[in-house]
C-alpha cells in the first residue's frame, strides 16, 4: 500500500488564526497544542495526514495558486484584493469584519486627486472608480489609520473590526465597500487530483459553520 502524500494546508497567521484552528478542531481534526503558541512555520500533524503552513495573511493565496499549498484559509479582502487563481470552495463565517471608507470627521476630500491611504490598492481603485472618484491610491502596508492624521491622505479604505481603532485615532467611517469573512480556497490542480479528500474536509467544516 502507498503512503499517500500529506494534505497541505496554508493558514493565516495573527488574527484569523485561532478562529480558524478552533474550526477546525470543532470539524473534528485533532490539531496538537504546539500548534497554537509555535513559531515554527511548518507544522507536520502526521495524525490528520496534513502539513500547516503558517504565512502572512496576504501571502496564503499565493502559495495556495502555486500549488504549493494545496488548500488555504483567507480573508475575503485578500482574495478581492489579489484575484488569484484559486477557487473559493467555503465561506468559513469566520472573523468577520468589512472594508470601508474612513477619515477625519466633517472633511470634504480634495477636490482635484484626494489621496486614498490603504492596504488594498486594488480594492480601493476599483471602488472609486466605480464611483466615478478620481483619486490617488498612496499604498501602505500598516497602521493605515495613522495616514489622515498626520496630513498623508484624505481618506483610508481599511479593514474596521470592532471599530476601535477608528474610535481610539477620532476618525469616522464615510462609506462601507463590502463584508469581508474568511474562506476555504483550493488550488484548482489540488482540486482535481485530490477531490476525494478536498470533499471529505470541505463536508466535516460545512457541518461546524
Ligand atoms: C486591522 C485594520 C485596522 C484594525 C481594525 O489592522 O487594518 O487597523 O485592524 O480593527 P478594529 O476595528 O477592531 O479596531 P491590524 O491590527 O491587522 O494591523 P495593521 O495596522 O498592521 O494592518
Known amino acids: 500500500m502507498t503512503v499517500k502524500e500529506p494534505l ?38 502526521p495524525e490528520e495526514n496534513f502539513r500547516f503552513i503558517l504565512s502572512k495573511p496576504m501571502d496564503v ?8 499549498a494545496d488548500l488555504g484559509i483567507a480573508g475575503k479582502d485578500v482574495l478581492l484584493e489579489e484575484e488569484r487563481d484559486v477557487y473559493e ?9 468589512y472594508l470601508a471608507v474612513a477619515g477625519l470627521p466633517g472633511t470634504k476630500m480634495n477636490d482635484v486627486a484626494p489621496k486614498i491611504a490603504t492596504k488594498y490598492p486594488n480594492v480601493a481603485a476599483a471602488f472609486f472608480r466605480e ?9 501602505l502596508n500598516g497602521s493605515i489609520e495613522l495616514a489622515p492624521l498626520i496630513g498623508l491622505s484624505d481618506r483610508i479604505v481599511d479593514i474596521v473590526s ?14 462601507t465597500i463590502t463584508t469581508i469573512t474568511s474562506r476555504l480556497i483550493v488550488n484548482p490542480v ?14 466535516s467544516l460545512s457541518e461546524v459553520i
Open 162 to 175: 470592532t471599530g476601535q481603532t477608528l474610535k481610539e485615532n477620532g476618525l469616522v467611517e464615510y462609506e
Open 61 to 68: 493565496a499565493t502559495y495556495v495558486e502555486h500549488g504549493v
Open 190 to 203: 489540488s482540486y482535481r487530483m485530490k477531490d476525494e479528500r478536498i470533499t471529505g474536509i470541505v463536508a
Open 89 to 97: 470552495l467555503l465561506d468559513l463565517k469566520i472573523s468577520a469584519c
Open 8 to 45: 497541505t494546508i496554508a493558514m493565516p497567521k495573527g488574527r484569523i488564526f485561532e478562529e480558524a484552528a478552533e474550526l477546525l478542531r470543532k470539524a473534528g481534526y485533532q490539531l496538537p497544542p504546539e500548534f497554537d503558541d509555535s513559531r515554527k512555520l511548518i507544522i507536520d500533524v
Open 131 to 139: 464611483q466615478g472618484e478620481q483619486v490617488e491610491i498612496i499604498k
